[in-house]
């Protein structure tokens, strides 16, 4: 459907076509990860990959490990404390930067 | 098929058939409500294959029509008056969207006070938004504009939404011949839907994020630029509509006896038809006087008014609307066409609210400013408002009334 | 030639429907028309009015009608409601549903047909209310020749499938024997 779209454009261009699309792509205004104060950090023998965090994370920057536990991308985490505050497991601690 | 009788609201139903329209939403609202009748009754009967979605109000209808639009599916929405201003973020996005659209608005004045009849406050909301903006004076026209507006709100040198305007009552709910054309002619005529992109599960998009500021800016730019090039595609799709139907129209502007007129009357919709009779009427008085229907309000068609009126003496413009604290909406862009010429220009307000104006009252109105210009010279009023016949002339009953509504 | 034509009813007569059927009828005669209702709110019983042009050019004007050539009245009770005549052009044609002479005085040609009983007659009966309007269609043709009887007929089963249509159709073709100048 999208390519049938970019077909029209291509063949029938108009002087100049705007339109207010995007499509997501990976850091886009940047490593956010430095904008942290507080860093979430993951008590793994608390974890049970229950995916709550994960849910809620407006960054997405949260995986799932290969055990079935979670993980953070701490390059794009901007360390709002979303996760740590949903966990019903207490199992993401707030660490301030050093 | 035969010449049948049929509202203005009927013909844009069975040109909303015939354009094999996919879906449809609307909320009803007088004088909209039995365009959306029609079109479900067809849907049920099973002579149209659309979805017709029941919404919760007209800012959820254009809404919903925007989002099918936008995932590849020919749409329409009809709204009116309060109607309109409801669903009125929803035209910017649209347009801004740049996702064809064909929606028709019934004209109405706009409360309070509570009023169902005529006038053009409401469509004339739309003239910022970016929507192609066009008036019909027949239901015969209305049936044409409606499935011309699908052509040109999907031509790629275009998309954008475009609206049919038609009067309330005046049209909406009078029966009047209209040569409905046959499946095969339209088909003909339309083309398989275009749109610059199409949103689906599959498709990674997102609409409407943030953008930087200067890409914003170009986004209107665009849209402008998008608006010129309509002016060319209506004139366009006017000769095409003709060789297939043999109905012209004109298409930005419709001319009547303009060529060897020395006055110009500038109108749109459907009180056009009377302002042509006062224009008999003058010519038989000495003043030879011209119409100037606007068939479209947005793209303005600048060049083909400087034309009509290159050379007169005179052009006197009726708006059946007023933008507050300056002029009627179609004079202040006639005054910007015309800068710079020596021609008399007069704006008159009149027929709001549904306030009926027959030829006689355009005539009025016509003489007047006719006789200013050959005693005055040049003459230039941009606000005069013709009072509804019973007031004009007679203050005393003005603030009677006055007394008794304050 | 522009013929102005006003239908005086009661909500739920079919003064609206009249007003379409004669249109559909000029345009079967390759003449142009418009009908339209009076722009306003309506109830069943109250008076109502209705409204069309006939011509055999396209008409552009859609301001009201003022000065009548036709007036059609479907319940001669009206007379003492509303001002049925008010804007007739002199010389003008007046219908009525009645069975005595009406009330109307005047340089006007007036005609009257039993319009009540035509359609008792024949059953045209809507929630105990007679329906006298494709009746008092025949009447106008008969009355005024704007258009033939065998349009409205033609108007009316296009529009009436069935049994419907076939005794709307007697009642018009009834309406256009009976109907005479009133005395």
Redesign the interface.
């Known amino acids: 459907m999208e390519e049938r779209a970019t077909k029209v454009l291509l063949e029938e261009p108009q002087t100049l076509f705007l339109a207010p699309l995007s499509r997501p792509a990976l850091g886009s205004v940047g490593k956010t990860g430095t904008w942290r104060t507080m860093r979430p950090v993951v008590i793994l023998d608390k974890c049970t990959g229950c995916k709550i965090c994960w849910l809620y994370c407006p960054e997405n920057t949260i995986f799932m490990r290969d055990d079935g536990k979670v993980r953070i991308d701490y390059e794009y985490c901007k360390g709002c404390g979303v996760c740590a505050n949903v966990c019903p497991f207490d199992a993401i601690e707030m660490v301030p930067e050093g | 098929m035969p010449i049948m009788g049929l509202t203005g609201n009927y013909a844009v139903a069975h040109a909303v058939r015939l354009a094999r329209v996919q879906v449809v939403a609307a909320y009803p609202i007088t004088p909209q409500t039995t365009i959306v009748e029609k079109i479900s009754e067809m849907v049920e009967k099973g002579e149209m294959n659309a979805r017709v979605i029941r919404v919760e109000s007209e800012h959820s209808a254009l809404a919903a029509v925007f989002g099918a639009a936008s995932g590849g599916a020919r749409a329409f929405t009809a709204t009116a008056s309060h109607g309109l201003l409801y669903m009125y973020e929803v035209t910017w996005w649209a347009a801004g969207a740049r996702v064809p659209l064909v929606m028709a608005v019934v004209t109405r004045a706009i409360g309070p006070p509570w009023n169902i009849h005529v006038d053009h406050q409401d469509i004339m909301t739309l003239r910022d938004t970016g929507w192609i903006v066009s008036m019909a004076q027949e239901n015969q026209e209305v049936l044409d504009l409606t499935i011309q507006a699908f052509r040109i709100s999907e031509d790629p040198r275009v998309y954008l939404p475009m609206v049919v305007g038609l009067d309330g009552f005046i049209l909406s709910h009078t029966r009047a011949p209209v040569d409905v054309p046959e499946q095969e002619v339209v088909d003909e005529f339309l083309p398989p839907r275009r749109q610059p992109y199409v949103i689906s599960p599959e498709t990674n998009l997102v609409m409407g994020n943030i953008a930087p500021d200067d890409i914003h800016f170009l986004m209107r730019y665009s849209m402008s630029e998008a608006m010129e090039a309509a002016k060319k595609v209506i004139e366009e799709v006017d000769r095409e509509w003709a060789k297939l139907t043999g109905r012209r129209y004109g298409g930005l502007v419709e001319c009547y006896k303009c060529e060897d007129a020395d006055y110009i009357a500038i109108t749109t919709g459907s009180w056009s038809g009377d302002a042509k009779k006062a224009a008999d009427m003058l010519r038989e008085e000495g003043y030879n006087y011209g119409v100037l229907r606007l068939r479209f309000i947005r793209p303005w068609p600048t060049e083909k008014i400087a034309m009509a009126v290159e050379g007169k003496k005179g052009v006197i413009v009726f708006d059946r609307a007023v933008s507050m604290g300056a002029t009627g909406p179609i004079f202040a862009d006639v005054a910007h066409t015309l800068y710079g010429s020596n021609i008399s220009l007069m704006g008159v307000i009149a027929g709001l609210a549904g306030v009926d104006m027959k030829a006689r009252d355009f005539a009025e109105a016509m003489r007047m400013f006719s006789s200013r210009v050959e005693e005055e010279g040049r003459v230039y009023e941009p606000r005069f408002w013709l009072l509804p016949r019973r007031y004009r002339g007679r203050p005393e009953r003005v603030k009677e009334v006055a007394k008794r509504w304050s | 030639m522009l013929v102005e034509i006003r239908f005086h009813g009661r909500g739920g007569q079919g003064a609206v429907t009249a ?2 059927l004669l ?2 009828a000029a ?1 079967h005669e390759g003449k ?6 009076h ?1 306003g709110a309506e109830r069943r019983g109250a008076p109502v009015v209705a409204f069309a042009r006939i011509s055999d050019k ?7 009608i ?1 000065n009548p050539d036709i007036i059609v009245v479907l319940d001669s009770r009206l007379f003492e409601l509303t001002d049925v005549l008010s804007g007739l052009k002199p010389g003008g044609v007046v219908v009525v549903n009645s069975k005595g002479k009406p009330p109307i005085d005047g340089d006007f040609k007036v005609y009257c047909v039993d319009a009540t009983k035509i359609a008792l007659d024949l059953g045209l009966v809507v929630s105990g209310w007679p329906v006298v309007n494709t009746t008092m269609l025949g009447a106008l043709s008969k009355a005024t020749g704007v258009v033939g009887l065998e349009s409205i007929i033609w108007a009316i089963t296009n529009n009436f499938k069935g049994k419907l249509g076939e005794l709307n159709s007697e009642a018009a073709r009834r309406a256009f024997e009976e109907t005479k100048p009133c005395s």
């Open positions: 007003a379409n249109v559909d345009i142009y028309g418009q009908a339209f209702p722009f396209p008409i552009q004007i859609h301001s009201q003022e």
